[in-house]
C-alpha cells in the first residue's frame, strides 16, 4: 500500500514525488516515456544554464529515487476507487494507494475514465483540461492533479513548480497545517 502513486514522471510528477519522498511518504511513479519533453533543450529554467529536457526527465526521477520513491515504466490503465484509497491498475499489475497524483501531461483520457471534472483548457495542453481547486485537488476527493494536464502553462519552470506546490499542499492537508521542506548548509 502506498501513500500517493503518481502517475507521469515528467517536470510536474518526479517533482511532486521528490517532496512526497522527503516527507518519508510511500512513493510510486508509473510513467509511460510518451512525453514530449524530452525532446526539449530548455535555456529558460530558472538558476539552470541550459538542459535537455531527456536530462530533466532522467535527474528528476533519479531525485526522487534517492530519497525513496519507486519509479516504474508503466501505462496507467485504470484508477478505482478502493476502501482504503485507491486502486491503480498498470500493465496488468494491480497497485493500492491512500492518495494519487495525476500529472499526465497532454493525455487526458484516464481522467476523463475516471469520470473528473473537465474545463476548457488555454494552450496546446487543451482543448480540455482537468479542474482543480487551488490547492491542486480534483472532482474526485483523494486525487489530485498538477502540471500541463490541469492547464499549466507549457514551461518546465512553471509545471515542475507546480508538482512541488501540488504536494505541498496535499502533505499539508494530511498534517492539518502548512509543510514546509527546508534544508541548511553545515
Ligand atoms: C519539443 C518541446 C520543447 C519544449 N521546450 C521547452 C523549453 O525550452 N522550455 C520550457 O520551459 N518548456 C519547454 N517545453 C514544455 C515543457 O516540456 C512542458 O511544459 C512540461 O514538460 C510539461 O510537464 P508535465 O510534467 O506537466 O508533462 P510531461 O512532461 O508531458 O509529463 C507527463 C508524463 O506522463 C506520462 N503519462 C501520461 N499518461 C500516462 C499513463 N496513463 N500512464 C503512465 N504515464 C502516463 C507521459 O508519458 C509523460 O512522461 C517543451 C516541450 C516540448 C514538447
Same mark, same amino acid.
Given at each position: 500500500?502506498?501513500?500517493?502513486?503518481?502517475?507521469?514522471?515528467?517536470?510536474?510528477?518526479?517533482?511532486? %514525488?521528490?517532496?512526497? =519522498?522527503?516527507?518519508?511518504?510511500?512513493?510510486?511513479?508509473?510513467?509511460?516515456?510518451?512525453?514530449?519533453?524530452?525532446?526539449?533543450?530548455?535555456?529558460?529554467?530558472?538558476?539552470?544554464?541550459?538542459?535537455?529536457?531527456?536530462?530533466?526527465?532522467?535527474?528528476?526521477?533519479?531525485?526522487?529515487?534517492?530519497?525513496?520513491?519507486?519509479?516504474?515504466? *508503466?501505462?496507467?490503465?485504470?484508477?478505482?476507487?478502493?476502501?482504503?484509497?485507491?486502486?491503480?491498475?498498470?500493465? *496488468?499489475?494491480?497497485?493500492?494507494?491512500? =492518495?494519487?497524483?495525476?500529472?499526465?501531461?497532454? =493525455?487526458?483520457?484516464?481522467?476523463?475514465?475516471? %469520470?473528473?471534472?473537465?474545463?476548457?483548457?488555454?494552450?496546446?495542453? %487543451?482543448?480540455?483540461?482537468?479542474?482543480?481547486?487551488?490547492?491542486?485537488?480534483?472532482?474526485?476527493?483523494?486525487?489530485?492533479?498538477?502540471?500541463?494536464?490541469?492547464?499549466?502553462?507549457?514551461?518546465?519552470?512553471?509545471?515542475? %513548480?507546480?508538482?512541488?506546490?501540488? =504536494?505541498?499542499?496535499?502533505?499539508?492537508?494530511?498534517?492539518?497545517?502548512?509543510?514546509?521542506?527546508?534544508?541548511?548548509?553545515?
Amino acid at each position: 500500500m502506498y501513500d500517493v502513486l503518481i502517475i507521469g514522471a515528467g517536470p510536474a510528477g518526479a517533482s511532486a %514525488g521528490i517532496f512526497m =519522498a522527503r516527507a518519508k511518504k510511500k512513493v510510486l511513479i508509473l510513467d509511460n516515456d510518451k512525453s514530449g519533453t524530452k525532446k526539449a533543450w530548455a535555456a529558460n529554467h530558472y538558476a539552470v544554464m541550459g538542459i535537455t529536457g531527456y536530462d530533466v526527465f532522467e535527474t528528476g526521477k533519479r531525485q526522487a529515487e534517492k530519497y525513496g520513491a519507486e519509479v516504474k515504466l *508503466a501505462e496507467v490503465s485504470a484508477v478505482e476507487r478502493s476502501e482504503s484509497g485507491f486502486r491503480v491498475t498498470a500493465c *496488468a499489475e494491480v497497485y493500492e494507494s491512500a =492518495a494519487v497524483i495525476l500529472a499526465t501531461g497532454a =493525455a487526458k483520457g484516464l481522467a476523463r475514465q475516471m %469520470g473528473l471534472q473537465m474545463k476548457p483548457g488555454k494552450e496546446e495542453g %487543451g482543448p480540455e483540461v482537468i479542474a482543480v481547486d487551488e490547492e491542486g485537488r480534483t472532482s474526485m476527493k483523494g486525487v489530485w492533479a498538477a502540471g500541463i494536464c490541469t492547464g499549466q502553462s507549457m514551461h518546465i519552470s512553471i509545471t515542475s %513548480g507546480d508538482g512541488a506546490r501540488v =504536494a505541498i499542499n496535499l502533505l499539508s492537508e494530511w498534517n492539518g497545517r502548512q509543510y514546509v521542506d527546508h534544508d541548511m548548509m553545515c
